[in-house]
T-cell receptor, first 113, second 114 residues
């Protein structure tokens, strides 16, 4: 069950903000965010856990609404380097679902000077 | 420190041929994954191995088999390739689940089936 991302594409000018959303129909244990540059492998940005624990590497923030099974990625004061495709990955709760990481269809972010 | 290494990087197959995609990680990770990436479809999970000795189907397992050879290696086999399997294949690994599920990806294998 792939999570659903919105919007599919965003075009920004440098310095503008963007929000990318991710939602699941299943109860989630964790939500991940990755960025992929063209022709490269996806790279980890952030993980959010049920209960609020968060681990990330960059100056990009995110939230996780456990009741709605939704997560949002916030990119503020965007830079040219933020361009790429953003994927949310979800790990569902229960049984054999732990450790099973499934991804949404991606959101293409383009930042212009 | 190589991380996740996939071989080959490019491959062209004829319909009906078989091949094995190799993946190895040197981070002592427990979990390993195979994804395929098609335009507009995101990353779709083919198979995963939550720990050494176990493998489970993902969202799109038909036409594929996997082997978790040891803790380091996780291979993906196409027994009889079809044009619908033309895709970019990514192998990934993670330490475990929950907070340990940060996935590290290989550089991908671009497979074309003609």
């Amino acid at each position: 069950q792939q999570p659903v991302q919105s919007p599919q594409a965003v075009i920004l000018r440098e310095g503008e903000d963007a929000v990318i959303n991710c939602s699941s129909s299943k109860a989630l244990y964790s939500v991940h965010w990755y960025r992929q540059k063209h022709g490269e492998a996806p790279v980890f940005l952030m993980i959010l856990l049920k209960g609020g624990e968060q681990k990330g590497h960059e100056k990009i923030s995110a939230s996780f609404n456990e009741k709605k099974q939704q997560s949002s990625l916030y990119l503020t004061a965007s830079q040219l380097s933020y361009s790429g495709t953003y994927f949310c990955g979800t790990e569902m709760k229960g049984g054999t679902s732990y450790g099973k990481l499934t991804f949404g269809q991606g959101t293409i972010l383009t930042v212009h000077p | 420190n190589a991380g996740v290494t996939q071989t080959p990087k490019f491959q062209v197959l004829k319909t009906g041929q078989s091949m094995t995609l190799q993946c190895a990680q040197d981070m002592n990770h427990n979990s390993m994954y195979w994804y395929r990436q098609d335009p507009g479809m995101g990353l779709r999970l083919i198979y995963y191995s939550a720990s050494e000795g176990t493998t489970d189907k993902g969202e799109v397992p038909n036409g594929y088999n996997v082997s978790r050879l040891n803790k380091r290696e996780f291979s993906l086999r196409l027994e009889s390739a079809a044009p619908s399997q033309t895709s970019v294949y990514f192998c990934a690994s993670s330490e475990g689940w929950g907070v340990y599920t940060e996935a590290f990806f290989g550089q991908g294998t671009r497979l074309t089936v003609v």
